[in-house]
């Protein structure tokens, strides 16, 4: 009862705590992914100077734990003469680490996909940005999408980290609440506010698996009614 208390006494608080991770997430969301589109790509073509730069990037963010990597940005940002807010630093150094594994997994889609299919396109003359958009990339799709969900779940809960730098995202208002309880009133509310925030992140990451797998389902149906986009070239 205590817990529901003060949670409903700093409902504000929550909230705009909720919105900065909500906001962080889609921030790092499209940034990751134009990131790992890109990369992704540039890692399954044939020069190798393009797929050796490609894996360098992602070799880097994905082996520099992630903390290490915010904390750089935001306190190396004003040896530049750019200093950055707390959120655009966490912003930058999520969507870095998010491009990397974002590139991982498409490039890993883009591989699954017959080799005879890229054979076949060029076959019918299809310049190298039409295979890949007509092609490569639709045939990816499904291969790509439970990672990447899995990928989105992750930048949520990494959100939290934004916290050591100042962001007030949902755990750092938590904290907040728990700190002021504890000065104000003399309690120390530290398990029922967190099993708050612990069951939020739950839930925001189980609606979005769900929203997931019923995506997969639809796009599983709709392929098994089409017809083949191109005969398989390694099949002639």
Avoid at 51 to 71: C, G, M, N, S
Avoid at 93 to 116: F, H, M, P, Q
Avoid at 166 to 195: D, H, Q
Wanted: glycine share 8%; with cysteine; net charge positive.
């Amino acid at each position: 009862m205590q817990t529901l208390a003060l949670v409903r006494e700093n409902m504000p608080l929550l909230l705009i705590g909720l919105r900065a991770t909500l906001l962080l997430a889609l921030v790092t969301l499209l940034v990751s992914t134009i990131i790992g589109i890109v990369l992704g790509t540039l890692a399954t073509l044939r020069p190798p100077l393009v797929r050796i730069l490609a894996a360098f990037y992602v070799e880097v963010f994905r082996d520099i734990p992630l903390i290490v990597t915010i904390f750089t940005i935001f306190f190396g940002a004003p040896l530049l003469g750019m200093p950055l807010e707390p959120f655009p630093a966490t912003a930058i150094g999520l969507s870095l680490w998010g491009g990397a594994n974002g590139a991982e997994i498409v490039r890993g889609g883009i591989r699954s996909v017959s080799k005879g299919q890229r054979e076949a396109a060029t076959a019918l003359g299809l310049r190298l940005w039409q295979t890949y958009l007509l092609v490569l990339w639709p045939q990816a799709l499904r291969a790509v999408l439970p990672a990447y969900t899995g990928l989105l779940a992750l930048i949520i809960q990494s959100t939290s980290l934004g916290a050591l730098v100042g962001v007030t995202e949902f755990l750092k208002a938590g904290g907040l609440i728990i700190e002021r309880s504890t000065v104000m009133l003399g309690i120390n509310p530290a398990f029922g506010i967190y099993s708050v925030v612990l069951l939020t992140y739950f839930a925001i990451c189980s609606i979005l698996t769900a929203l997931s797998r019923r995506l997969e389902r639809r796009l599983a149906v709709g392929h098994d009614r089409r017809a083949p986009a191109m005969p398989d070239a390694s099949a002639v």
